[in-house]
């Protein structure tokens, strides 16, 4: 599994993963208000804290243990011993993973930024393996870090210090596949791209699309609650996922694995699970809807001469495409001039403060492009629109794709990046950049707001030539407030994990917070499951 | 509110109300195998236990008490003094109902089968005052029954013994709607039908669409998960609810009335309460995503020469009109049968062993009809039909959904009704009806299935001449075991209310049913919501 994770992804990734630390930018203020010197002083004290290890990588630089970065201090569980590995190894013989290179791409996010030191890594193949694991290790107190791909954004993944990784790579069977229904049972571990080819050769796509699709895998898709590209278009997976099979804390398996659109008996537990990074049980098996594959995708580049007209083009959008819509993505000048500049790519129409990327998905061809073509007739003569073009073979519509997915790929080139990824009311959406470029003023190299406009999500990034805490001052909380003060998110797609936990506060009442501790209690008492992780340290 | 209720159903309706009683049919044989008299005679000891009301009603037979017909022992709750309702007067001034008359119609069931015998209903009309009543109510162990619109089918919007009744009817207030975005953010009391006129003026239309539009409230649709006319097309709640606000058992509002698509912070709580019937907390506000108003909406009409054909032509109709499609319903040729000799209603087609109808809801109306007239030449053309007709006006289109919509009525007209509303997968939707054919043999006058094929979704009816015992004892629980050794569900789009709640054992494991009792115990320690619903009695 780990050699996916490091070979899938384009390789200006690793250069990015360099340059890049948000982890840093992000904590170091957050924490700033803190007593910081007592939780540093206990970190590091105890006996299970690990040393560096001597890891010899030679593609980026070594990753600080996450100890040292943070002020966490590692909870009272046991530790592996070596009858626990002995144990360990009569439940999945010869899959127990012990050696130090091995286990070091596990232990590191793929952002390079987070870092455990666990020790052991278990790969059951079966949920009755998992079962058996999660019972002893709720009866010893040994702490679990569930991992799938390995491909999240927020430090969710890795383990914190010493937990045992129990990773989901090979539980990579598909269980069955409805083509009447275009209802897909599986394994969780299951790789969203394979997933994607399996569905795709019976004419169905999976619900859901991710730039990690070649590494990550459903169950981890599922337990971030992941978005992605094909959002707009199919919703939430609280909406396509039919049915999940659980493993509870004390190894208690909680079946619920149907295959039906319809199923109103009782509270819908499956929910409780989806979004909750394996906090609260580990998914094992999954039953997802599959929409039919679209037999015509067409995808317009335009150029709109301001926010408003962003705006007002989306909802003339929405109502000239309707079903066909299946994208509707902006970004703003800045974006346009950085991936210009840095990656060379020319933007196919005029220069406008702002460009929208509207992709359709549709069963007949000539129908979708007559429609695109008569939307993009009415915004161009209207004046939403002052430029545009329209692609609808294979290789202009990745070039077209290209200047909106590889905005991230630019703005790792420009120096340090400040990346913050926002849901808002979509009117008040870019209010945020404008004023964030105002008052940081020549701070920063450049602001620049962009993302998934049509699902109300900003990615929002300020570059400088180097880490400023002046800067960082002027960013937070101030994008945190301002986005709680819009009832936004501040943590659109991403999720919690482990560097978001102390900002949730910002989007969710106390109430709400209290009630999640309450649910963490009620279904993992112990506290084993993927520790220091989602729920806020002093809630 | 009440007046609604009985208004704005369809005389039929009446009729079926007077002729069918489904609690009666179900529930005699799910507790044949109980010791009955132990629980008959507790019941009716207690202090608490109310005589039947001398309502004078002329239009139905009055309905037996809900603890006359059921061994259900009311739980030591208090009893609501004189005390209370000075303090509720407090609370809600003027809005305190004790007039046994008013009281009638919210103590009754509109399928006129189960009956409380409440003495108060209060009328809130915001969530601060339903705060109040719930800390209030649980401070003084008062159970509590909240109510929307009453248009359940399982007994679970009215009391089941003296239980307050908290109605929404009250908050029915629009908070906000948004051009862009088509989020919708309302009280949890605002009528169905006239949200939908509310958002269709703004070229939106609600996601959900009920035979009950004209009394449900929103608030109840999202606490049963109601499935609906749109399913097929926009899904569950479960993806297009955005964000609840609800009142906990203790009276804590917890806030989460988000409008936005996206909110990966912590885990989804707004899950917990779609679907738990008024059990964890009051829906006290709703914010919800609209899709666009369709331009163009088509019906046809198919017959289909056997069960697998109409499958066939599920999977041709999915990829051919693809994001098109709204609706993909079928009948059998009895059901067509009886609505021809009960209500006159002709076949457009020729006769045909089964019946489909397809819907199609698009921006562009020659596309549309372009598409629709390419699929039915290719299902005629393969024999996968043998008949068909395309209704693009208005009339026409009534009229064809007409013959699906009107089958329930016809039922009712042919005599004792035994009805079954399960979820399968697909491939073995109609077995279920072919065996039971031949299994209850001339018992039943008729045994039909007719659905929402496009979601797994079989309504199963047997009529006879009157209820028969033996016929039942045919009936159940070979349905409900069928059922379960498909992985199926016993109740798809229904909920479980008080009439279902013995039954969860067939489509949810013991650890499901042990964590929905943990869960309600968590949320209401006391239990005082919507008591004797949604859980087992005895998991």
């Known amino acids: 599994m780990v050699p996916h994770v490091v070979s899938r992804w384009p390789v200006w990734l690793f250069r990015w993963r360099a340059a890049y630390t948000p982890g840093a930018s992000v904590r170091q203020k957050t924490w700033a208000g803190m ?12 006996p299970l804290v690990c040393r560096h290890s001597s890891s010899t ?69 079966t949920s009755e393996e998992v079962s058996r694991i999660l019972r002893y290790c709720h009866e010893r107190n040994l702490a679990v870090n569930p991992q799938g791909g390995n491909t999240g954004m927020v430090g969710g993944s890795v383990p914190v210090f ?42 169905f796509i999976m619900p859901l ?43 208690t398996i909680l079946g619920g694995l149907t295959s039906l659109r319809k199923d109103n008996t009782g509270y819908d537990l499956k929910q409780l699970f989806i979004g909750s990074e394996g906090t609260l049980g580990v998914i094992t098996a999954v039953s997802i809807l599959c929409p039919p594959k679209p037999k015509a995708v067409n995808v317009a580049f335009l150029g709109c001469p301001g926010f408003a007209e962003v705006l007002q083009t989306f909802s003339s959008c929405k109502g000239m495409l309707g079903e066909i819509l299946s ?3 902006f970004m703003d000048a800045e974006c346009m001039q950085l991936v210009g500049h840095h990656l060379q ?15 359709t998905s549709g069963s007949r061809a000539e129908h979708d492009a007559e429609k695109l073509s008569n939307f993009l007739e009415q915004v161009l003569g209207s004046g939403l ?72 999500n900003l990615h929002l990034n300020v570059t400088a030539e180097a880490f400023s805490a002046s800067l960082l001052g002027e960013l937070e909380p101030y994008v945190y407030e301002w986005t709680a003060g819009q009832q936004g998110s501040v943590s659109a797609e991403h999720g919690v994990g482990f560097k978001k936990k102390d900002i949730l506060g910002y989007s969710k009442p106390p109430e709400a917070l209290h009630l999640m501790q309450q649910l963490k209690a009620l279904l993992d008492p112990k506290g084993i499951l993927n520790p220091y992780k989602t729920l806020p340290s002093r809630a």
Chains 1, 2 share one sequence.
């Open 35 to 46: 007593s910081r010197a007592p939780l540093w002083g206990i970190v590091g004290t105890g």
């Open 57 to 125: 990588s030679s593609r980026a630089p070594e990753v600080m243990l996450t100890h040292k970065r943070y002020p966490v201090q590692r909870l009272p569980f046991s530790v592996v011993s070596e009858e626990d590995l002995a144990a360990f190894e009569r439940m999945v013989p010869g899959r127990v993973i012990t050696d130090p290179e091995e286990l070091e791409a596990s232990n590191v996010d793929w952002l390079r930024t987070v870092r455990g030191c666990s020790k052991v890594l278990l790969r059951p193949r």
């Open 162 to 203: 010493d937990e045992i990784i129990l990773s989901t790579a090979l539980m990579n069977q598909v269980i069955s596949f409805h083509d009447v229904s275009g209802i897909l049972v599986c394994q969780a571990g299951c790789v969203l791209e394979e997933l994607s080819l399996h569905v795709e050769q019976r004419d």
């Open 209 to 251: 699309d991710l730039g990690a699709k070649g590494s990550c895998h459903i169950g981890g898709n599922l337990a971030t609650n992941a978005g992605g590209l094909r959002f707009l278009r199919y919703g939430s997976l609280h909406g396509t996922v039919l049915g999940l099979e659980v493993v509870l804390a004390d190894g």
């Open 327 to 329: 994208a509707y993505e």
């Open 345 to 359: 790519l020319a933007s196919p129409v005029q220069e406008s403060p702002f460009y929208v990327l509207i992709e």
């Open 385 to 456: 629109v002052t430029d545009g073009t329209l692609a609808t073979d294979q290789r202009k519509i990745k070039a077209l794709w290209a200047l909106r997915e590889r905005i991230t790929e630019a703005l790792s080139l420009d120096g340090y990046v400040y990346k913050y990824d926002v849901s808002l009311p979509v009117e008040r959406l870019y209010d945020l950049v404008t004023e964030l470029r105002a008052r940081v003023g020549p701070l920063a190299k450049h602001v620049v707001g962009y993302g998934h406009l049509g699902d109300g």
